[in-house]
C-alpha cells in the first residue's frame, strides 16, 4: 500500500514546553575521525561513552570512542584500537560495565569480509584489551550489531549470520571473555536485532521475513550451564505497522511502532511465564505532528520517544516527546528539543540513554555545516520547588465550556496560556481558578499553567 500525506503546513510549527535543562557536550579533540556523534552511546557509573561514525569517502574518518565524566561533562579519553579502518562499521554498538567499554565494528574484516569484531577496552588497565570475532565466523554475518553486558555476561547479535541471525553468550572468566554458547531460533530475519538482559530474564527480538511483517520477543531463561528458550511472543505489527524498537523495564516490555497513518503506538506487553502473554490497549501518539518515532525510553514513570525522520520536506529539530505514568496512565508532558540552530535535521532523539537519575540523548546530525553531532545530558528529577505536574487535575475534560484546576502543589498557580495545536497562542489570564473554553471551536488544545517561581506545566484539555 502507498503512503499518502495530508497535512496542513501548521503542522511544521514545533510545540514545546520541555521541564528538563539540557547540558550539550560533544569531543573537544581529534574531532574529525567521523561523523555523527551521539549516535551510539552508553552510561556507567559516572562515565559515558560515545562514538563518532566512520565515513568511507573521508580518509581518516575510522570512527572513534570517546569517554566522558558524566558529572563534570568534561572528555576524559579519545580511544582506538589500531588498524581499524573507515571500511570496518567502527561503533555499530557499544556497552560497558565497571571494567570495561564494549565497541561493536559489524563491518570488519578482521577474518573475513564483513564478519564483524567486538573490541574490548579495559576501563582500569586503560588500553584495548580482546578482539573477539564469532567462532563460526561468517562472510556478511555482521557480529557486533548490537551489545549488551551484564556483570560478567555480554551477548553480541550477528543479525545476519546463517541468514538468520543470532546472539552469541560471553562470560568473564577472570583474565579474558569467553565463548559460552550460540543463541538462534529457525526461520527468523535479524535475530538478535536487539537483546535485552534484567533480573536474570533474556529477552531478544527478532522479525520474521524480509519485510519485517512480524516482530517477535523471545524470551529465554538460564540453567546455570546455558541459556533455553522458554517462550516466543505472539507476532506484533504487519507490513502497514513496523515494530522499530523495546525496551524492557521493571519486567514489563514497552514496544513502539510506526504505521501507514503517521500514527505511532506503544505497546505494553507482560510475560507471566509458561507460555502466558499478555497485552494491554495501545498508546496512540498524536503528538509530533509528521514525525516517525522509532526510539523509547522508559524508566522511572517517565517514557520517552525519539524520532528518525518525518513525511514532510521541510527541514526541522526533531522533537523527544515526554510522557508521564499517571495513575496508570501514560501522559503527555512536553516535546523536548536540542538547542542547535533552526531548520536544521539535528537527529535529536535518535539515540537514548538512561542510568538512574539522568538522562542522554543524541542529536547525531546536529552541526551548522557538517554533522559532527552532539549530544545533551540532563537530570530526570524535578526540584521540590518545581511545578509537580501529577499535582494539578483539570476537570471536567472533555469540557464544552469551563474547565476547573484542582492544584495541589504548595505553589499558587498565578497565570494561564491556552495554546491551539499549532503552538499559537489564543488567551491568557493571571490568578486563574477555572479555564474558559466556550468560545473555541471543538478540538485539542494545551494549557500552560504558571506558579510562581516560572516553573510550568503544560495539560492537554479537549473541548467538545
Same mark, same amino acid.
Given at each position: 500500500?502507498?503512503? !499518502?500525506?495530508?497535512?496542513?503546513?501548521?503542522?511544521?510549527?514545533?510545540?514545546?514546553?520541555?521541564?528538563?535543562?539540557?547540558?550539550?557536550?560533544?569531543?573537544?579533540?581529534?574531532?574529525?575521525?567521523?561523523?555523527?556523534?551521539?549516535?551510539?552511546?552508553?552510561?556507567? %557509573?559516572?562515565?559515558?561513552?560515545?562514538?563518532?561514525?566512520?565515513?568511507?569517502?573521508?580518509?581518516?574518518?575510522?570512527?572513534?570512542?570517546? !569517554?566522558?565524566?558524566?558529572?563534570?561533562?568534561?572528555?576524559?579519553?579519545?580511544?582506538?584500537?589500531?588498524?581499524?579502518?573507515?571500511?570496518?562499521?567502527?561503533?555499530?554498538?557499544?556497552?560497558?560495565?565497571? !571494567?570495561?567499554?564494549?565497541?561493536?565494528?559489524?563491518?570488519?574484516?578482521?577474518?573475513?569480509?564483513?564478519?564483524?569484531?567486538?573490541?574490548?577496552?579495559?576501563?582500569?588497565?586503560?588500553? @584495548?584489551?580482546?578482539?573477539?570475532?564469532?567462532?563460526?565466523?561468517?562472510?556478511?554475518?555482521?557480529?557486533?550489531?548490537?551489545?549488551?553486558?551484564?556483570?560478567?555476561?555480554?551477548? $553480541?547479535?550477528?543479525?545476519?549470520?546463517?541468514?538468520?541471525?543470532?546472539?552469541?553468550?560471553?562470560?568473564?572468566?577472570?583474565?579474558?571473555?569467553?565463548?559460552?554458547?550460540?543463541?538462534?531460533?529457525?526461520?527468523?530475519?535479524?535475530?538478535?536485532?536487539?537483546?535485552?538482559?534484567?533480573?536474570?530474564?533474556?529477552?531478544?527480538?527478532?522479525?520474521?521475513?524480509?519485510?519485517?511483517?512480524?516482530?517477535?520477543?523471545?524470551?529465554?531463561?538460564?540453567?546455570?550451564?546455558?541459556?533455553?528458550?522458554?517462550?516466543?511472543?505472539?507476532?506484533?505489527?504487519?507490513?502497514?505497522?513496523?515494530?522499530?524498537?523495546?525496551?524492557?523495564?521493571?519486567?514489563?516490555?514497552?514496544?513502539?511502532?510506526?504505521?501507514?497513518?503517521?500514527?505511532?503506538?506503544?505497546?505494553?506487553?507482560?510475560?507471566? %511465564?509458561?507460555?502466558?502473554?499478555?497485552?494491554?490497549?495501545?498508546?496512540?501518539?498524536?503528538?509530533?505532528?509528521?514525525?516517525?518515532?522509532?526510539?523509547?525510553?522508559?524508566?522511572?514513570?517517565?517514557?520517552?520517544?525519539?524520532?528518525? %525522520?518525518?513525511?514532510?520536506?521541510?527541514?526541522?529539530?526533531?522533537?523527544?516527546?515526554?510522557?508521564?505514568?499517571?495513575?496508570?496512565? @501514560?501522559?503527555?508532558?512536553?516535546?523536548?528539543? %536540542?538547542?542547535?540552530?533552526?531548520?536544521?535535521?539535528? !537527529?535529536?532523539?535518535?539515540?537514548?540513554?538512561?542510568?538512574?537519575?539522568?538522562?542522554?540523548?543524541?542529536?547525531?546530525?546536529?552541526?551548522?555545516?557538517?554533522?559532527?553531532?552532539?549530544?545533551?545530558?540532563?537530570?530526570?528529577?524535578?526540584?521540590?520547588?518545581?511545578?509537580?505536574?501529577?499535582?494539578?487535575?483539570?476537570?471536567?475534560?472533555?469540557?464544552?465550556?469551563?474547565?476547573? $484546576?484542582?492544584?495541589?502543589?504548595?505553589?499558587?498557580?498565578?497565570?494561564?496560556?491556552?495554546?491551539?495545536?499549532?503552538?499559537?497562542?489564543?488567551?491568557?489570564?493571571?490568578?486563574?481558578?477555572?479555564?474558559?473554553?466556550?468560545?473555541?471551536?471543538?478540538?485539542?488544545?494545551?494549557?500552560?499553567?504558571?506558579?510562581?517561581?516560572?516553573?510550568?506545566?503544560?495539560?492537554?484539555?479537549?473541548?467538545?
Amino acid at each position: 500500500m502507498k503512503k !499518502h500525506f495530508f497535512f496542513a503546513a501548521f503542522l511544521i510549527c514545533q510545540f514545546s514546553f520541555s521541564q528538563f535543562t539540557l547540558s550539550p557536550f560533544s569531543p573537544t579533540s581529534d574531532a574529525n575521525n567521523g561523523f555523527y556523534f551521539g549516535s551510539q552511546m552508553s552510561v556507567s %557509573g559516572n562515565r559515558i561513552a560515545a562514538l563518532v561514525q566512520p565515513s568511507e569517502m573521508l580518509p581518516g574518518f575510522t570512527g572513534k570512542l570517546y !569517554h566522558f565524566d558524566a558529572n563534570t561533562l568534561q572528555q576524559t579519553a579519545a580511544l582506538l584500537p589500531v588498524g581499524i579502518t573507515p571500511t570496518d562499521g567502527f561503533g555499530s554498538a557499544v556497552s560497558q560495565t565497571m !571494567h570495561f567499554t564494549v565497541v561493536g565494528a559489524a563491518y570488519d574484516d578482521h577474518l573475513i569480509e564483513d564478519a564483524g569484531a567486538v573490541y574490548v577496552y579495559n576501563n582500569i588497565s586503560g588500553n @584495548w584489551s580482546q578482539t573477539i570475532t564469532a567462532p563460526d565466523a561468517a562472510v556478511a554475518g555482521h557480529f557486533g550489531t548490537y551489545i549488551e553486558t551484564y556483570g560478567t555476561r555480554m551477548f $553480541i547479535s550477528a543479525v545476519d549470520a546463517d541468514n538468520n541471525g543470532a546472539v552469541y553468550f560471553y562470560h568473564y572468566n577472570g583474565s579474558q571473555w569467553e565463548f559460552s554458547q550460540k543463541l538462534t531460533v529457525p526461520n527468523m530475519k535479524d535475530f538478535g536485532n536487539k537483546v535485552r538482559f534484567q533480573s536474570e530474564q533474556l529477552i531478544i527480538s527478532s522479525t520474521t521475513s524480509e519485510f519485517k511483517k512480524s516482530f517477535n520477543l523471545f524470551v529465554m531463561n538460564s540453567d546455570n550451564s546455558s541459556w533455553i528458550l522458554e517462550s516466543s511472543s505472539p507476532g506484533f505489527g504487519n507490513l502497514e505497522d513496523t515494530v522499530s524498537d523495546f525496551c524492557f523495564v521493571n519486567g514489563r516490555i514497552y514496544m513502539l511502532s510506526d504505521g501507514l497513518n503517521l500514527r505511532s503506538q506503544v505497546q505494553t506487553v507482560d510475560y507471566f %511465564g509458561q507460555g502466558q502473554w499478555s497485552v494491554e490497549p495501545a498508546l496512540e501518539v498524536i503528538e509530533g505532528n509528521d514525525h516517525f518515532f522509532t526510539r523509547i525510553e522508559v524508566t522511572g514513570g517517565k517514557m520517552f520517544l525519539g524520532s528518525n %525522520g518525518y513525511a514532510l520536506l521541510m527541514a526541522r529539530k526533531y522533537p523527544v516527546l515526554y510522557y508521564r505514568n499517571i495513575m496508570g496512565a @501514560w501522559t503527555f508532558q512536553s516535546s523536548i528539543y %536540542g538547542t542547535g540552530p533552526e531548520g536544521v535535521d539535528d !537527529h535529536f532523539g535518535s539515540s537514548m540513554f538512561t542510568d538512574g537519575s539522568n538522562m542522554i540523548i543524541g542529536s547525531a546530525n546536529e552541526g551548522t555545516i557538517l554533522p559532527y553531532g552532539k549530544a545533551y545530558k540532563f537530570s530526570l528529577t524535578l526540584g521540590t520547588d518545581d511545578f509537580q505536574k501529577d499535582a494539578v487535575s483539570l476537570y471536567p475534560n472533555p469540557s464544552s465550556d469551563m474547565v476547573y $484546576i484542582q492544584n495541589q502543589n504548595l505553589n499558587k498557580i498565578v497565570k494561564s496560556e491556552i495554546y491551539s495545536v499549532t503552538g499559537k497562542l489564543l488567551s491568557t489570564a493571571e490568578n486563574v481558578e477555572q479555564l474558559s473554553i466556550g468560545n473555541l471551536a471543538n478540538g485539542i488544545y494545551f494549557a500552560k499553567l504558571y506558579v510562581a517561581n516560572g516553573s510550568n506545566q503544560t495539560y492537554k484539555i479537549i473541548k467538545n
